[in-house]
């Protein structure tokens, strides 16, 4: 009696069940009413699969939710996301900080009108120098897309880069 949505892919619902889940990959992330129609579901899925369960629904994709009912809030975490993410791609802490997303011209104050800097003509990197960036703007635009927010603006501009990267790019 499950149906995958016709609208919106990865969403399934039962006929008559007050119940609903996305199947991502091998992640299930359920809604339901009442206990007996979720455990419905399982009983389903282990006619076919090994799974496990987690009934506080603390993780799904790789997030960690922390549900407050009384606020209706949920709070999202991806804890070991970022410092995993500078292990893998070997980026050591900088000695000075940067405590803003990226570069920008500095206003010229007093000037009537401002104006961008033109910007100089640099030779493209290697493939391999291209196919890292790449990874590295997947690997955040999946922690910024989930989690945080604020790093999308500097991560579009070096999408909008990633094409034919340079060294600034880098």
Same mark, same amino acid.
């Given at each position: 009696? $499950?149906?995958?949505?016709?609208?919106?892919?990865?969403?399934?619902?039962?006929?008559?069940?007050?119940?609903?889940?996305?199947?991502? &990959?091998?992640?299930?992330?359920?809604?339901?009413?009442?206990?007996?129609?979720?455990?419905?579901? &399982?009983?389903?899925?282990?006619?076919?699969?090994? $799974?496990?369960?987690?009934?506080?629904?603390?993780?799904?994709?790789?997030?960690?939710?922390?549900?407050? $009912?009384?606020?209706?809030?949920?709070?999202? +975490?991806?804890?070991?996301?970022?410092?995993?993410?500078?292990?893998?791609?070997?980026?050591?802490?900088?000695?000075?900080?940067?405590?803003?997303?990226?570069?920008?011209?500095?206003?010229?104050?007093?000037?009537?009108?401002?104006?961008?800097?033109?910007?100089?003509?640099?030779?493209?990197?290697?493939?391999?120098?291209?196919?890292?960036?790449?990874?590295?703007?997947?690997?955040?635009?999946? $922690?910024?897309?989930? &989690?945080? +927010?604020?790093?999308? &603006?500097?991560?579009?501009?070096?999408?909008?880069?990633?094409?034919?990267?340079?060294?600034?790019?880098?």
């Amino acid at each position: 009696g $499950y149906n995958q949505s016709l609208h919106t892919p990865g969403l399934w619902t039962h006929q008559w069940r007050p119940i609903c889940f996305t199947l991502v &990959v091998d992640d299930f992330g359920v809604k339901y009413v009442g206990k007996e129609h979720a455990e419905h579901l &399982v009983r389903v899925i282990e006619e076919h699969y090994q $799974y496990t369960t987690d009934w506080d629904g603390k993780r799904y994709l790789g997030l960690t939710f922390d549900w407050d $009912y009384e606020e209706r809030k949920a709070h999202l +975490s991806m804890l070991e996301y970022i410092p995993n993410a500078l292990k893998r791609f070997r980026h050591d802490r900088p000695k000075k900080p940067q405590n803003q997303p990226h570069a920008h011209t500095p206003p010229n104050y007093g000037a009537k009108t401002q104006y961008v800097e033109q910007e100089k003509e640099e030779p493209e990197v290697s493939s391999d120098t291209k196919k890292f960036i790449q990874q590295v703007l997947g690997t955040f635009l999946y $922690y910024a897309r989930a &989690v945080d +927010s604020t790093m999308l &603006v500097a991560l579009s501009a070096i999408a909008s880069e990633q094409a034919r990267p340079t060294a600034k790019t880098l």
